[in-house]
C-alpha cells in the first residue's frame, strides 16, 4: 500500500477516524490520506494519534498490506488495551523506546 498523500484538513463535515472509529465534528483537524493499491484510489481520514499509532503498528508488525477500519482499535482490542488511541500511542512509544534499550532499566 502507498501512502499518495497525507495532509492535515479542517474538516468541512463530520469524519469518522479511520483507525480508531470515533467520529469528530466538522472544524476538527484530522489527516486526509490518499492511498492507491492498483487501480483503486481512496481516502480515509485519521485523527492525529492514529495517524502516529498506524506508522508505528506497521513497523512493529510489519502488516502494512490493509489497513482496515478500525485497525487501530483492533489493535487495542488485541492487546485488552483499555484507554483511548491518545493513551495507546504513548504506550507504543515507551515500548519502543523499551525495546531500543533493551540492556536499560524497565523505568517503572
Ligand atoms: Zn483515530
Known amino acids: ?3 499518495l498523500r497525507s495532509k492535515v484538513v479542517k474538516t468541512r463535515k463530520k469524519h ?3 483507525g480508531c472509529q470515533r467520529t469528530f465534528p466538522k472544524g476538527s483537524k484530522l489527516h486526509s490520506c490518499t492511498n492507491a493499491d492498483c487501480s483503486y484510489i481512496w481516502t480515509i481520514y485519521l485523527c492525529p494519534a492514529c495517524d502516529e499509532i ?4 506497521i513497523s512493529l508488525y510489519g502488516n502494512d498490506d490493509e489497513i ?3 485497525y487501530v482499535i483492533n489493535y487495542m482490542n ?3 488495551f483499555k484507554g483511548t488511541p491518545e493513551k ?3 504506550s507504543l512509544k515507551r515500548e519502543i523506546k ?3 534499550h533493551e540492556l536499560s532499566q524497565d523505568g517503572r
Open 1 to 3: 500500500m502507498t501512502w
Open 16 to 18: 469518522l477516524c479511520h
Open 54 to 57: 498506524i506508522p508505528i503498528l
Open 68 to 70: 482496515d477500519e478500525g
Open 78 to 80: 488485541d492487546e485488552n
Open 88 to 90: 495507546y500511542l504513548e
Open 98 to 100: 523499551h525495546d531500543a
